[in-house]
């Protein structure tokens, strides 16, 4: 079993920044594409970010050019970080994380969800 445990959620005021962390451990053999979504009160989930194992990159419009997406592929870790944040950031965010199990069989997992809150 894949377990995915997200931090660095919290409050900040406009146009500050905030760095979250996705940290994925168990039976894993090799993580291919990390991504970061979100999902505000009432709306979709939708993807923010996505980084591949070759380091490809992609981002939703929204946040081009104030968010980079990152990776530790020793810690198995993919980070997330936030700058010039807007209130229209305020959202649950979430990691998932595609890949194969020690098994070789294929896994999807997902984070908790870690609060961000962009306020004044």
């Known amino acids: 079993q894949v377990q995915l445990v997200e931090s660095g959620g919290g409050l900040v005021q406009p146009g500050g920044s905030l760095r979250l962390s996705c940290a994925a451990s168990g039976s894993i053999f090799s993580i291919n594409a990390m991504s970061w979504y979100r999902q505000a009160p009432g709306k979709q989930r939708d993807l923010v970010a996505r980084?591949?194992?070759?380091?490809?990159?992609n981002y939703a419009d929204a946040v081009k050019g104030r968010f980079t997406i990152s990776r530790d592929n020793a810690k198995n870790t993919v980070y997330l970080q936030m700058n010039s944040l807007k209130p229209e950031d305020t959202a649950v965010y979430y990691c998932k994380v595609d890949g194969r199990r020690a098994t070789l069989n294929a896994f999807r997992a997902w984070g908790q969800g870690t609060q961000v809150t962009v306020s004044s």
């Open positions: 980084i591949t194992s070759d380091d490809n990159t």
